[in-house]
């Protein structure tokens, strides 16, 4: 990996064409301005500075685009899955050619580190050819059989779909969403998050130089209250996929009423790592860092709860307060920093005031919590540890979504769980111990939908993947999001002449 001086002019010179072009809208195949020609600015992270303007799309733009998508739909929906798979792998071939480019725009538009966003691209590509080899089955179904009858399913592509994706590691989520929506036949309006709108631009037009038909992937940029708005309430698309805050979530399902709209909702998180006594500790706090300070603490499956076994409390969290205090903060295209800025002012002003929230509480700040001069003057904040917290702490049970992780010591297994449980939040959970029946037990009582025992979030892509409580409704991966962007059709077949009832005659 190159140094940051290096890396500095890479990014100018891929940046450049944003800076003096904007972000356009894509609309039927064509980059094309806000109707009404307004525009928003984005901001880098990094120093405040202008990345560049960008189509302020509202409910006109996504009337356009919602009505390219649905005109394209029939013959997206006709292809052949074996002729899908091949477009996709051409996208993820496509993909692949551009991982720099993507990189290094991502890292300047949200902050986060270059040595997470290197990896960016490849995980975008990955699940484009993960999704592309299962659109050959994606209408595939079962037979089931009855006494004189055969019952023969299908499934069928929903339709236009919209996709609202978040700001952090956009381009990534934007793939894991979009990829099996095409792979389905679905056509697709995506609108990404306002702060971090570059990558959206780069994906869409990487696919249609692939060879993917104008008008089955179409991006309208612009402010949620607008443009998200009117893609949740526009009637003519079939179902939402949204990645993002519960409360925007709750928002989404209300305005979606109307239209009866199917959604799917991964949304926020407040995730436990329960350490037993007998775990593996090295591994364990190595683990638990991770899963915190990677990403600058801006991910859904963070684990910003730590719950220790009282009787080692204090060796466990002190290992953990040494690896925060020796993580590196600083410029996101530094190949040292691990922690680069935060999104967005607004986003380091919340997660900073979380910070006095629990100094104010009475948590022990053992680790960070405080603003950091990294380099340009942006969004920086230390790697942060508070120690001495309460399940009943606000910093405990509310999603800070930064790099800052709430230590809670439990006394024996049954608290532990309590502990685990009492939020409102159900996303992921993380075990470690060496007792396996333990583990067993423990994991079948935990509110989540995802668990890993002894082990960070390692993705295997076909397994469901999704929330329970205020974390979400539904499951992405393999089968699970064929069964959101599809819809299933039950054929039943006579096999006998068997009497039918007789009525008026």
């Known amino acids: 990996m190159s140094d940051l001086t290096t890396n500095l002019a890479r990014a100018e010179a891929y940046l450049a064409r944003f800076r003096q072009n904007g972000v356009l809208n894509h609309v039927n195949g064509k980059a094309v301005a806000a109707l009404d020609g307004s525009s928003f600015e984005t901001l880098s992270p990094v120093d405040l500075q202008p990345l560049a303007q960008v189509a302020q799309g509202k409910a006109a733009d996504v009337a356009l685009a919602a009505a390219a998508a649905k005109a394209a739909f029939p013959a997206w929906r006709a292809m052949e899955g074996e002729a899908r798979k091949a477009l996709l792998h051409k996208?993820?071939?496509?993909?692949?050619?551009?991982a720099e480019e993507i990189a290094f725009v991502e890292a300047m538009d949200t902050g986060q580190s270059i040595r997470f966003m290197a990896k960016a691209a490849i995980r975008g590509a990955e699940n484009f050819r993960y999704f592309a080899d299962l659109a050959p089955q994606a209408q595939d179904g079962q037979s089931l059989r009855a006494k004189g009858q055969i019952n023969m399913t299908s499934r069928t592509p929903i339709g236009p779909v919209g996709i609202i994706t978040p700001w952090n590691t956009?381009?990534?989520?934007?793939?894991?969403?979009?990829?099996p929506a095409l792979a389905a036949g679905c056509t697709v309006v995506h609108k990404p998050a306002e702060f971090s709108p570059l990558s959206a631009r780069l994906l869409v037009e990487i696919a249609e130089s692939a060879g993917l038909p104008a008008g089955v992937w179409n991006l309208v940029n612009?402010?949620?209250?607008?443009a998200g708005r009117a893609l949740t309430e526009h009637p003519d698309i079939k179902a939402i996929?949204?990645?993002?805050?519960?409360?925007?979530?709750?928002?989404?399902?209300?305005?979606?009423?109307d239209t009866l709209k199917r959604v799917?909702?991964?949304?926020?998180?407040?995730?436990?790592?329960?350490?037993?006594a007998d775990a593996d500790l090295e591994r364990a706090a190595d683990?638990?860092?991770?899963?915190?300070?990677?990403?600058?603490?801006?991910?859904?499956?963070?684990?910003?709860?730590?719950?220790?076994?009282?009787?080692i409390y204090d060796r466990f969290t002190a290992m953990v307060a040494e690896k925060a205090r020796r993580i590196v903060v600083g410029h996101p295209l530094d190949p040292k920093t691990v922690v680069g800025?935060?999104?967005?002012?607004?986003?380091?002003?919340?997660?900073?005031?979380?910070?006095a929230i629990g100094r104010a509480e009475g948590a022990t700040l053992a680790a960070g919590g405080t603003?950091?001069?990294?380099?340009?003057?942006?969004?920086?904040?230390?790697?942060?540890?508070?120690?001495?917290a309460t399940n009943q702490m606000r910093i405990a049970q509310e999603e800070i979504f930064g790099p800052v992780l709430t230590a809670i010591p439990f006394a024996d297994e049954a608290e532990a769980l309590a502990l685990a449980n009492d939020v409102a939040y159900g996303l992921t959970g993380y075990l470690w111990t060496a007792d396996v029946t333990r583990a067993f037990r423990f994991t079948d009582a935990l509110e989540a939908g995802m668990i890993w025992v002894n082990s960070e979030n390692l993705r295997h892509l076909s397994t469901p993947f999704g929330g329970v409580k205020n974390s979400g409704i539904g499951r992405d991966g393999a089968q699970w999001s064929f069964d959101f962007y599809m819809e299933t059709k039950n054929i039943a077949f006579a096999t006998t002449a068997h009497a039918i009832p007789k009525l008026g005659g």
Not at 371 to 388: D, E, I
Request: net charge neutral; with cysteine.
């Open 91 to 98: 996208i993820a071939d496509a993909i692949e050619a551009r």
């Open 170 to 179: 956009p381009f990534m989520l934007s793939t894991w969403k979009i990829a």
């Open 222 to 226: 612009g402010l949620g209250e607008e």
């Open 241 to 257: 996929g949204f990645v993002g805050e519960s409360r925007t979530g709750a928002m989404i399902m209300k305005q979606g009423a």
């Open 264 to 276: 799917h909702f991964e949304l926020g998180g407040k995730n436990p790592v329960i350490v037993f």
């Open 287 to 311: 683990a638990a860092v991770f899963m915190i300070y990677s990403l600058n603490g801006e991910r859904c499956t963070s684990s910003s709860r730590l719950l220790v076994e009282a009787s």
């Open 341 to 355: 800025p935060l999104i967005h002012p607004l986003h380091e002003k919340k997660v900073l005031d979380y910070i």
């Open 371 to 388: 603003k950091v001069a990294g380099p340009g003057g942006g969004c920086y904040v230390s790697p942060t540890l508070f120690t001495n």
